[in-house]
């Protein structure tokens, strides 16, 4: 059975740091695209940024670069996503979502997990 269980979201004041989990299981880890989602409040699915360890790279959505860094335990099957210089556009429900293919814009992911809410005040 595939999961995808992500955690580490709360609350913070803008300009704090938040770093999410999301523990895999049920599917083979290493051979997938991953990827980080969110969704405000009243609005769509947003990319976040995603990573391939079969081709070592990495893609951030233009407003997270230099402040969200992705990484990945592929030994514990742990996708990680350390957020700092948190504003307040950045709450979200945030999800980790796993396909083979590298889907750009689009949302059809294979896995997607739960999410975990990020809250950032101002």
């Known amino acids: 059975q595939v999961q995808l269980v992500e955690s ?4 913070v004041q803008a300009g704090g740091s938040l770093r999410l989990s999301c523990v895999a299981s049920g599917f083979t880890f290493s051979s997938y695209w991953m990827y980080w989602v969110r969704q405000a409040p009243g609005k769509g699915l947003e990319w976040v940024s995603c990573l391939s360890d079969a ?6 959505k233009d407003s997270v670069k230099g402040r969200f860094t ?7 099957k742990i996708l990680y996503l ?3 210089s948190l504003r307040p556009e950045d709450t979200a429900i945030y999800y980790c979502a796993a396909d083979p ?9 294979k896995y997607r997990g739960q999410g ?4 950032v005040s101002s």
């Open 101 to 109: 293919r590298y889907l750009g814009s689009q949302y059809d992911y």
């Open 116 to 119: 975990t809410q990020v809250t």
């Open 70 to 76: 992705i990484s990945k335990d592929s030994e514990k």
């Open 55 to 60: 081709i070592g790279a990495t893609y951030y």
């Open 8 to 11: 580490g979201g709360g609350s």
């Open 82 to 84: 350390q957020m700092n």
